[in-house]
């Protein structure tokens, strides 16, 4: 088979971890016998310096042209005085919203082999952690009414947040199918004792809840989850969480997983199609100086391989690998606290090797 992979390298550290993963798709290809086709687009800081827009129509226009897209990371302190507009973050939640990929899915999960990275205390790793943040992606806050106006104290700012039934309803599908196919508990993480969108969210996934009778849930204000992630991680299976509250929580359970650098994440929408990007950012401090670890990226291909092209075969074995090297104690430096660390392509060649 052949598949059209639009490539979205980004800034800072996107182009050497994007191109990690490629190098590991085309290896993955040659094993099993498919093509994959890769094109670039321009996305983000780069886009804005080559076509003063960070998000331009041939990028949108490429990624739906696509069977499937990879993502590195965008933005920079280049960019930042930027207005909002035009920032290089505009372009990624503008290519999510055209791709409508209204589910972003961030499993958050303790590997043996780097429970020592893992900041929590010993009782806590002992009893491990495998999480599934289902995180709402094309609605919210991100995208609600913005904008300056003079109010009591004058100039103020402003950002709204909205949710319609419709979009709850979507999501809240996506999270417990997810749990069905796992440990069948999920957790729906809101703030319905101030928010009245939360108040929306707990009525609608109760409502959805009906339909999956075989799945426990279970509602938590996002303060407790925030403190219940680094008190009691086990205890989650499914989250199913707004846009904000998804993005804040992701960056949380990535910590206690050792590194950041190791989160990988699908965003999907109605059909096949996805956008596969590390949830880390573009990291300009270190970009360029191949110190990055492509771990989260190379897993990001993984899910593309098991959600967009429906190879589990494929998608594990490049799980597999990552498995393998992390035990043998190979380490980029993000993991490697001050020990032997490997560059970000040498990682690459180890999980190739374990191929
Ligand atoms: C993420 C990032 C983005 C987000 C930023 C860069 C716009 O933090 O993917 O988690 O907030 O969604
Ligand atoms: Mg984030």
Sequence with gaps: MQYKIGLLRGDGIGPEIVDSAVRVLEAVGNKYGHEFVFTPYLIGGAAIDATGKPLPEETVEGC??????????????KWDILPGHLRPEKALLGIRAAMELFTNLRPAKLYPALKAECPLREDIVDKGFDIMIVRELTGGIYFGERGYRQGKYGEEAYDTECYSRME??????????????RRKKLTSIDKANVLETSRLWRKVVHEVAAEYPDVEVQDMLVDNAAMQLVRNPS???VIVTSNMFGDILS?????????IGMLESASLGNTKRGLYEPIHGSAPDIAGQGKANPIATILSAAMMLLYSFDLAAESNAIVAAVDKVLASGLRTADIARGGDALSTTQMTDAIIAAL
């Design 168 to 181: 709850i309803e979507r999501i809240a599908r996506v999270a417990f199918e997810s749990a069905r196919k």
């Design 251 to 259: 960056d949380e359970a990535s910590q206690i997983t050792g590194s």
């Design 64 to 77: 739906l042209a696509s069977d499937s897209v990879l993502l590195g990371a965008v933005g920079g302190p």
């Design 235 to 237: 205890q989650f299976d």
